[in-house]
Nanobody
């Protein structure tokens, strides 16, 4: 089992920045690829970005150039640095962990955090 707890969400003006954190506990953190997803009201949970066990990084087109994912294996942490935020980035952001090699689909992930709300005002 892996337990995931997100933090760092909040209200920010358009153009601002936020850093989300995800603390992982349980089994060996380095065994898991880690992803961030987001879900806006009335919409599906969408892939934002992911970082593999080996440190390979992938971004959705909506995140490229604005968001940065990183992981600290010594601290069992994953971070999502978000900048140039837009109102359409408003959503609940979820951290997820997978032991599978595929990192893009939410069905690949076995463990999820409870989510943290990000609201971007115009």
């Amino acid at each position: 089992q892996v337990q995931l707890v997100e933090s760092g969400g909040g209200l920010v003006q358009a153009g601002g920045s936020l850093r989300l954190s995800c603390a992982a506990s349980g089994r060996t953190f380095t065994s898991y690829g880690m992803g961030w997803f987001r879900q806006a009201p009335g919409k599906e949970r969408d892939f934002v970005c992911a970082i593999s066990r080996g440190g390979n990084i992938y971004y959705a087109d909506s995140a490229k150039g604005r968001f940065t994912i990183s992981r600290d294996n010594a601290e069992n942490m994953v971070y999502l640095q978000m900048s140039s935020l837009k109102p359409e980035d408003t959503a609940v952001y979820y951290c997820a962990a997978t032991a599978r090699s595929s990192l893009f689909g939410r069905q690949s992930y076995d463990y999820w955090g409870q989510g943290t709300q990000v609201t971007v005002s115009s």
